[in-house]
Protein backbone atom coordinates (compact mmCIF):
# COMPACT_ATOMS: atom_id res chain seq x y z
CA UNK A 1 0.00 0.00 0.00
CA UNK A 2 1.35 3.46 -0.74
CA UNK A 3 2.04 6.45 1.93
CA UNK A 4 -0.23 9.00 1.86
CA UNK A 5 0.80 11.18 4.96
CA UNK A 6 4.24 11.87 6.78
CA UNK A 7 4.15 13.13 9.72
CA UNK A 8 6.73 15.06 11.95
CA UNK A 9 7.88 15.42 15.20
CA UNK A 10 9.03 19.60 16.02
CA UNK A 11 11.26 18.99 19.19
CA UNK A 12 14.57 17.26 18.10
CA UNK A 13 13.60 17.40 14.65
CA UNK A 14 11.97 20.17 13.27
CA UNK A 15 13.71 22.66 15.92
CA UNK A 16 16.83 21.27 17.50
CA UNK A 17 18.60 22.42 20.23
CA UNK A 18 21.81 23.06 18.13
CA UNK A 19 23.77 25.14 20.58
CA UNK A 20 24.48 24.42 24.05
CA UNK A 21 26.35 27.37 25.94
CA UNK A 22 23.31 29.67 26.28
CA UNK A 23 21.06 26.93 28.42
CA UNK A 24 24.77 25.88 30.28
CA UNK A 25 25.15 29.09 31.28
CA UNK A 26 22.05 29.57 32.45
CA UNK A 27 21.90 26.22 34.77
CA UNK A 28 25.85 27.67 35.95
CA UNK A 29 24.01 31.04 36.99
CA UNK A 30 21.18 28.98 38.84
CA UNK A 31 23.69 27.03 40.37
CA UNK A 32 22.67 23.66 38.47
CA UNK A 33 23.72 21.35 36.00
CA UNK A 34 22.88 21.38 32.34
CA UNK A 35 20.70 18.16 32.72
CA UNK A 36 19.20 19.38 35.80
CA UNK A 37 17.43 22.10 34.24
CA UNK A 38 16.74 20.68 31.05
CA UNK A 39 15.00 17.65 33.59
CA UNK A 40 12.80 20.64 35.23
CA UNK A 41 11.62 21.99 32.25
CA UNK A 42 10.68 18.72 30.08
CA UNK A 43 10.48 16.40 32.48
CA UNK A 44 8.74 17.58 36.10
CA UNK A 45 5.36 16.96 36.80
CA UNK A 46 4.31 20.55 36.00
CA UNK A 47 5.88 19.86 31.94
CA UNK A 48 3.78 16.48 31.69
CA UNK A 49 0.50 18.46 32.94
CA UNK A 50 0.94 21.13 30.46
CA UNK A 51 1.50 18.59 28.03
CA UNK A 52 -1.62 16.89 28.22
CA UNK A 53 -3.09 20.34 28.57
CA UNK A 54 -4.21 20.04 32.30
CA UNK A 55 -2.13 23.53 32.70
CA UNK A 56 -1.12 26.27 30.68
CA UNK A 57 2.42 26.85 29.45
CA UNK A 58 2.59 29.86 31.36
CA UNK A 59 1.55 28.10 34.85
CA UNK A 60 4.36 25.46 33.67
CA UNK A 61 7.11 28.23 33.62
CA UNK A 62 6.06 29.53 36.90
CA UNK A 63 6.10 26.44 38.25
CA UNK A 64 9.96 26.17 36.83
CA UNK A 65 10.88 28.96 38.00
CA UNK A 66 9.70 29.09 41.57
CA UNK A 67 11.34 25.53 41.67
CA UNK A 68 14.24 27.63 41.08
CA UNK A 69 13.72 30.09 43.71
CA UNK A 70 13.23 32.54 41.65
CA UNK A 71 10.41 35.83 41.29
CA UNK A 72 7.79 35.82 38.87
CA UNK A 73 9.19 38.43 37.28
CA UNK A 74 12.39 36.02 35.15
CA UNK A 75 10.05 33.72 33.87
CA UNK A 76 10.59 35.46 30.53
CA UNK A 77 13.95 35.45 30.59
CA UNK A 78 14.65 32.04 31.94
CA UNK A 79 12.37 31.17 28.75
CA UNK A 80 14.36 32.92 26.36
CA UNK A 81 18.18 32.01 27.78
CA UNK A 82 16.86 28.39 27.81
CA UNK A 83 15.87 28.34 23.81
CA UNK A 84 18.73 30.61 22.80
CA UNK A 85 20.24 27.70 21.38
CA UNK A 86 17.53 26.01 19.65
CA UNK A 87 17.00 26.63 15.60
CA UNK A 88 14.72 25.97 13.21
CA UNK A 89 15.42 23.72 10.32
CA UNK A 90 14.39 25.78 7.10
CA UNK A 91 15.76 23.30 4.69
CA UNK A 92 13.87 20.79 6.32
CA UNK A 93 10.97 22.71 6.28
CA UNK A 94 11.28 23.39 2.49
CA UNK A 95 11.50 19.60 2.21
CA UNK A 96 8.18 19.54 3.51
CA UNK A 97 6.49 22.00 2.01
CA UNK A 98 7.86 20.46 -1.42
CA UNK A 99 6.03 17.08 0.12
CA UNK A 100 2.95 18.35 0.34
CA UNK A 101 2.48 18.28 -3.39
CA UNK A 102 2.32 14.72 -3.22
CA UNK A 103 1.02 13.67 0.21
CA UNK A 104 0.16 14.88 3.52
CA UNK A 105 2.38 16.19 5.96
CA UNK A 106 1.12 16.31 9.70
CA UNK A 107 2.77 17.25 12.58
CA UNK A 108 2.26 15.24 16.11
CA UNK A 109 3.93 17.04 19.18
CA UNK A 110 4.09 15.89 22.50
CA UNK A 111 4.27 20.05 23.58
CA UNK A 112 2.64 22.92 25.92
CA UNK A 113 -0.04 25.06 24.91
CA UNK A 114 1.49 28.08 23.23
CA UNK A 115 3.50 25.82 20.62
CA UNK A 116 0.49 26.48 17.79
CA UNK A 117 0.64 30.14 18.45
CA UNK A 118 4.52 29.98 18.19
CA UNK A 119 4.75 28.11 14.99
CA UNK A 120 2.04 30.82 13.66
CA UNK A 121 4.06 33.21 14.63
CA UNK A 122 7.29 31.55 12.80
CA UNK A 123 5.42 32.04 9.87
CA UNK A 124 5.53 28.02 9.02
CA UNK A 125 2.29 26.58 9.70
CA UNK A 126 2.01 26.36 5.63
CA UNK A 127 4.36 23.19 6.03
CA UNK A 128 1.55 21.16 7.89
CA UNK A 129 -2.03 19.94 6.73
CA UNK A 130 -2.46 19.49 9.99
CA UNK A 131 -1.27 19.94 13.95
CA UNK A 132 -2.08 17.10 16.69
CA UNK A 133 -0.49 18.99 19.89
CA UNK A 134 -0.65 16.77 22.81
CA UNK A 135 -2.03 19.80 25.02
CA UNK A 136 -4.71 20.41 22.46
CA UNK A 137 -5.95 16.51 22.35
CA UNK A 138 -5.15 15.82 25.94
CA UNK A 139 -2.88 12.74 25.09
CA UNK A 140 1.03 12.19 24.88
CA UNK A 141 3.05 10.57 22.72
CA UNK A 142 3.64 7.01 23.03
CA UNK A 143 -0.07 6.24 23.49
CA UNK A 144 -1.82 4.94 20.73
CA UNK A 145 -4.56 7.45 21.34
CA UNK A 146 -2.71 10.29 20.11
CA UNK A 147 -1.32 8.30 16.43
CA UNK A 148 -5.17 7.77 16.08
CA UNK A 149 -6.02 11.03 16.09
CA UNK A 150 -3.62 12.27 13.96
CA UNK A 151 -4.48 9.73 11.22
CA UNK A 152 -8.07 10.36 11.41
CA UNK A 153 -7.20 14.12 11.00
CA UNK A 154 -5.55 13.03 8.12
CA UNK A 155 -8.23 10.41 7.15
CA UNK A 156 -5.46 8.17 6.45
CA UNK A 157 -5.02 4.04 7.55
CA UNK A 158 -2.01 3.73 9.66
CA UNK A 159 -0.19 1.70 6.96
CA UNK A 160 -0.63 4.69 4.93
CA UNK A 161 1.80 6.79 7.02
CA UNK A 162 5.06 7.00 8.36
CA UNK A 163 6.18 9.24 11.32
CA UNK A 164 9.54 10.70 11.74
CA UNK A 165 10.33 11.40 15.40
CA UNK A 166 13.62 11.42 17.71
CA UNK A 167 12.69 9.95 21.18
CA UNK A 168 12.84 5.65 20.18
CA UNK A 169 9.60 5.14 22.36
CA UNK A 170 7.84 7.34 19.97
CA UNK A 171 8.78 5.62 16.89
CA UNK A 172 8.46 2.32 18.77
CA UNK A 173 4.27 3.90 19.66
CA UNK A 174 3.57 4.96 15.75
CA UNK A 175 4.67 1.13 14.41
CA UNK A 176 2.28 -0.44 17.27
CA UNK A 177 -0.85 0.94 16.10
CA UNK A 178 0.50 -0.33 12.28
CA UNK A 179 2.62 3.03 10.83
CA UNK A 180 6.27 3.21 9.79
CA UNK A 181 8.79 5.23 11.64
CA UNK A 182 12.14 6.75 11.29
CA UNK A 183 14.26 7.32 14.33
CA UNK A 184 15.72 10.58 13.63
CA UNK A 185 18.79 11.19 14.45
CA UNK A 186 20.51 13.30 11.21
CA UNK A 187 18.68 15.33 9.00
CA UNK A 188 19.95 14.17 5.74
CA UNK A 189 20.06 10.18 6.96
CA UNK A 190 16.19 10.62 7.69
CA UNK A 191 15.26 12.63 4.47
CA UNK A 192 17.65 10.24 2.23
CA UNK A 193 15.24 6.94 4.40
CA UNK A 194 11.88 8.90 3.98
CA UNK A 195 12.79 9.33 0.13
CA UNK A 196 13.70 5.97 -0.25
CA UNK A 197 10.27 4.38 1.43
CA UNK A 198 8.24 7.21 -0.72
CA UNK A 199 9.69 6.00 -3.87
CA UNK A 200 9.45 2.52 -3.09
CA UNK A 201 5.57 3.05 -2.55
CA UNK A 202 4.82 5.25 -5.49
Given at each position: M?????Y???G???V?T???A?R?????R???????????????ES????S??A????????A????F??????????R?D??????T??????F???L???V????IS?A??G??P?I????????F??????????V??P??????L????L???????????????N?K????????AI??V??E??????????????
Amino acid sequence: MSLRAVYFDLGGVIVRTEFQAPRQHLAERLGLEYEDIVKAVFAGESSRRASIGAISEDEHWAAVVDKFHLPASDIQSVRDDFFAGDITDRKLLDFMRDLRKTVKVGLISNAWSGLRPWIVSQKFEDAFDTMTISAEVGVMKPDARIYHLALESLSVRPEEAILLDDFIENVKGAQEVGMAAIHFVQPELAMKELDKLLNKTR
